[in-house]
């Protein structure tokens, strides 16, 4: 199975920029390739929304982490200096340790301004391929290009070695006067070998992509010429020549006065295009008068105008540079000089025949290029094919239709360079090619399907594993390679967990295609869109087998272990107890004794090992009864004081009765004693303190020893978990704290820890009191709610709920707590919250799961984006606070804090930011 380093290693050198991100969208690998289109240093650690948005297609940018599938998507990319169009295909990987989302990004910004550019084309055309009134028509285009494309806009027509202005276009119609004056007083110079004059004598496009003051400056010494020029804005110009049939005719002239806004070379090619379009359409109108004036030339004139239209058509409907007219009576084909440019073949005004074109054309697409149907009945046309030019290979795309009247049969249509476009989409499916390989090779079985859960895929693991390799006979079967013990209670489970939504995971057995069943780890969870809707579930089966076994045979091992030294242990404990009755010396009750001590010990490690078998299999025994906790405490503080050198000292010991199990509770005050003795080999006292508090009687038991390293706290709770497992230092097997909290869960307690390494340890248990604790709502309106567990306040003008929790916390106060704060963040359609554990004591580790991996989920769909948490001074507070945190799967921005004023600072910063 390769790694993620193994994949991007493969992706480094690659050709289209490669962006790793982790489930909340935050970039966690960049090739070098990405790296050249952002200006920043630093990519890594940051949200990929600070550098991709919506494009023009409006695609969420959340999908590109949300685990749906991109191909070819449209986004916005944006750098310090300028922003780019790019197209961006998807595709999730996972290695042993963490499942990213690769993005592959290619950059199609120059070919998506020309189609902008072409668009304004477009729209110039249609204006012109109808029009019988050429100045209306021409008034019409200004209306496109000022100010979209140009702050100034001008056609001149060259006559008699003059300029006559036929078209000046400006948004300010004062601006529009003012030029003309200005044109009066200054006449172009057609001796001038720059500008317009220059253009006009020798047919060559003038581009000057930035215009400088120093270059304003440096154009005229008349002091009042000079002024009225720097009124014009003058930041970037571009003059195009307009030819028809090699005669120029005059020039289209472009200024932009916007700061920033400069010309190009696609600026250019656009220029050149609409200036031969403007050329056509004059012909088109000379065309027309001809037609009137001379009746005997009526037919060539209206061949001629016929094949101007339908290049104009073409032009409207492709919006690309290059059109042709195929005369089927004279078999040629009228070529514009873009379309002669693009095919490399010289332009010819009077046509071209098809000998000299089909060399430049690939010899696998010739024959597609030879449309027999549409000449027969006149059907639309489309192809692709590539033409060779100059040793390279360029990619055409070619639309055309047949027009039929009483003056015979014109084929016609454009032809656009795709080149750019055809080369992304080849790297792209190379990409998603290489990543299906490499995915399918990794020895998890993966699969997607839809919301309402009906599967849409299955990687190649499921079919070597079921031995099906047809997706719908696997998707129809799928449920039968479930052991049958195991698929009852998932079939129920399933459609629950679909249609509450919730992430969920099952272990069970799955029959291989041999017909053995091995043990699954199956997961699957929800890709939901910034509303909350879910847009996928994705899923993972494991094959733990071996793992299984593994457990099987420690816990088997557990078992005999415990019952093999139980048998011996009784009859050496009954010789003990008849040598303890007879008549000996002092030194052999001594040694006794001594024998009595270690064989106590030894009951207590079996008993533990039977304890945790009996807790795996869910058969620890419970006697629940009404008991005083002052006596389990004294009668625990009896079963250490003799015999050792550590004093057990109860300062404060509170009258209190609960409902427990007397035996199992002594237990955990046992552990607890012991490893406060066993942790504290250089001290010589513990002490044990116990007081009532909101209705939870809490008792401390506190050592003066090695303490704990706040890392090292969570994970005291499993099984076999040693504080100091260096060379053996401390006896006993890990099993202690773990059989406590599993006592204490049942007894609805809880379990935290105080330490400090060098200085000892506070052990701190909760068990609530026989007497139930009333609920106390003090205060409930639609803006704020208070009862003795939490506060729910509606701060309308910073538009956030601020809740504040107190006191001791278990499962159930937290997801009443928790509702409530989302039913006021729904009512007031709000999506920012302050969490405030300052005052909460203990810890709430029940609801943790149900936190991260249920309440947030509802809060992110209710419209949750930004949650403030103010961490509480427990150190176990804090642990659940950050697991629930690493629990949640969406796109919350949460927060750590250790104080209220730090966590408002923050969402004032994010509120104003927004605001801008």
């Not at 999730?92 to 290619?106: G, K, N």
């Not at 056509?280 to 009746?295: F, K, S, V």
């Not at 095919?343 to 005004?349: D, E, H």
């Not at 010739?366 to 046309?381: K, M, N, W």
Request: contains cysteine; charged residues 30%.
């Amino acid at each position: 199975m390769l790694k993620h380093s193994d994949f991007q290693e493969v992706h480094f050198y690659t050709s289209v920029g490669v962006v790793a991100l982790d489930e909340k969208g935050i970039i966690v690998y960049t090739n070098p390739h990405f790296k050249q289109f952002i200006s920043e240093e630093t990519q890594l650690g940051k949200p990929v929304t600070d550098f991709i948005e919506q494009g023009d297609n409006n695609n969420d940018v959340s999908d590109l982490w949300k685990g749906k599938v991109l191909k070819d998507a449209e986004y916005c990319l944006n750098s310090r200096y300028e922003s780019k169009t790019v197209l961006i295909s998807t595709t999730c990987y996972s290695d042993e340790s963490d499942t990213l989302i690769y993005l592959f990004i290619r950059n199609i910004t120059s070919l998506k301004k020309k189609e902008r550019l072409y668009t304004y084309l477009n729209s110039a055309a249609e204006a012109l391929v109808s029009a019988r009134d050429t100045d209306a028509a021409l008034l019409q285009i200004s209306s496109i290009i000022v100010p979209r494309f140009a702050n100034w806009f001008s056609i001149d027509l060259l006559q008699d070695n003059q300029i006559k202005e036929l078209v000046l276009a400006h948004e300010d119609p004062d601006m529009i006067e003012w030029a003309r004056k200005y044109r009066e007083a200054y006449p172009t110079d057609m001796d001038s070998d720059t500008g317009i004059a220059d253009v006009l004598k020798n047919g060559n496009s003038s581009l000057i992509p930035v215009i400088t003051d120093e270059m304003i400056l440096a154009s005229t010494a008349d002091q009042e010429k000079l002024l009225l020029i720097q009124r014009m804005k003058l930041r970037s110009i571009l003059i195009v020549p307009i030819i028809n049939k090699t005669i120029i005719k005059g020039a289209v002239t472009f200024v932009s006065s916007k700061e920033g806004v400069h010309y190009d070379e696609i600026d250019l090619e656009f220029a050149e295009s609409f200036a031969s379009h403007i050329g056509i359409t004059l012909e088109n109108a000379q065309l027309n008068e001809a037609a009137e004036a001379e009746i005997v030339q009526r037919k060539e004139i209206e061949r001629e105008l016929r094949i101007t239209q339908v290049r104009l058509k073409s032009a409207l409907s492709s919006g690309l540079v290059g059109t042709w007219i195929s005369d089927l009576e004279t078999d040629k084909i009228f070529m514009d000089e873009n379309l002669s440019r693009m095919y490399g073949v010289p332009y010819s005004p009077n046509g071209t025949s098809q000998d000299i074109l089909n060399p430049a054309i690939h010899p696998e697409d010739l024959e597609q290029l030879r449309p027999q149907s549409v000449y027969e009945d006149g059907r639309f046309y489309e192809a692709e094919f590539r033409v060779i030019r100059e040793g390279a290979i360029h990619w055409f795309f070619a639309r055309g239709s047949l027009e039929v009247n009483g003056h015979g049969k014109l084929f016609g249509g454009v032809v656009i360079d795709i080149t750019q476009r055809k080369e992304a989409e080849l790297a792209l499916r190379d990409n998603e090619n290489r990543f299906r390989f490499i995915a399918d090779t990794i020895p998890h079985k993966l699969w997607t399907s839809h919301p309402d859960g009906r599967a849409n895929y299955y990687n190649q693991g499921w079919y070597d594993y079921t031995g099906i390799h047809d997706f719908d006979k696997l998707k129809a079967s799928v449920w039968d390679f479930i052991h049958p013990d195991d698929r009852k209670s998932i079939e129920i489970e399933w459609p629950k967990a679909i249609a509450r939504g919730e992430n969920k995971s099952f272990e069970h057995r799955l029959r291989r295609h041999d017909g053995e069943y091995r043990w699954h780890l199956s997961r699957f969870k929800a890709h939901r869109d910034e509303n909350g809707e879910i847009l996928l579930w994705v899923g993972t089966s494991t094959d733990i087998e071996e793992q299984k076994e593994n457990e099987q045979r420690k816990d088997e091992f557990l078992s005999i272990a415990s019952h093999e030294l139980k048998t011996p242990l009784t009859s050496i404990k009954a010789f003990n107890q008849i040598m303890a009755r007879s008549k000996t010396d002092n030194k052999l009750k001594k040694f006794i004794n001594k024998s009595a001590e270690h064989i106590y010990r030894l009951e207590r490690l079996i008993a533990d090992l039977l304890d945790v078998t009996k807790i795996n299999a869910g058969k620890l025994h419970y006697s629940f009864e009404e008991l005083t906790f002052d006596q389990v405490i004294l009668h625990a503080k009896e079963n250490f004081q003799y015999g050792g050198k550590h004093k057990i000292i109860i300062q404060n010991s509170a009258k209190s009765v609960i409902k427990g199990d007397r035996f199992r509770l002594e237990q955990v005050l046992d552990n607890l004693l012991a490893n406060a003795i066993k942790y504290s080999p250089d001290a010589d006292r513990v002490l044990i303190n116990s007081f009532i508090e909101d209705h939870n009687l809490i008792v401390s038991v506190q050592d003066f020893g090695i303490g704990i390293e706040a890392e090292k706290l969570d994970k005291l709770f499993d099984r076999y978990y040693r504080v100091d497992n260096t060379a053996m230092r401390f006896e006993g097997l890990g099993l202690g704290l773990y059989i406590s909290s599993e006592i204490l869960k049942r007894h609805n307690g809880s379990f935290w820890i105080e330490s400090e390494p060098g200085k000892g340890s506070t052990f701190y248990i909760r068990l609530p009191l026989a007497e139930s604790r009333p609920e106390r709502i003090l205060k409930k309106t639609k803006d704020h709610y208070v009862d003795n567990q939490i506060s729910i306040r509606c701060n309308k003008k910073k538009r956030r709920i601020e809740a504040t929790w107190n006191g001791y916390q278990d499962q159930n106060t937290v997801k009443k707590g928790c509702l409530l704060i989302l039913d006021y963040l729904k009512q007031h359609q709000l999506s920012t919250v302050i969490n405030d554990n300052t005052h909460v004591k203990g810890n709430w580790s029940d609801a943790v799961d149900w936190v991260g991996g249920t309440w947030f989920p509802m809060m992110e769909k209710a419209g949750l984006k930004h949650f403030a948490h103010v961490l509480s001074p427990i150190t176990f507070g804090q642990l659940d606070a950050k697991k629930s945190i690493d629990i949640m799967a969406g796109i919350v921005k949460t927060q750590y804090f250790t104080h209220f004023s730090s966590a408002e600072e923050w969402l004032d910063r994010i509120s104003d930011l927004e605001n801008y």
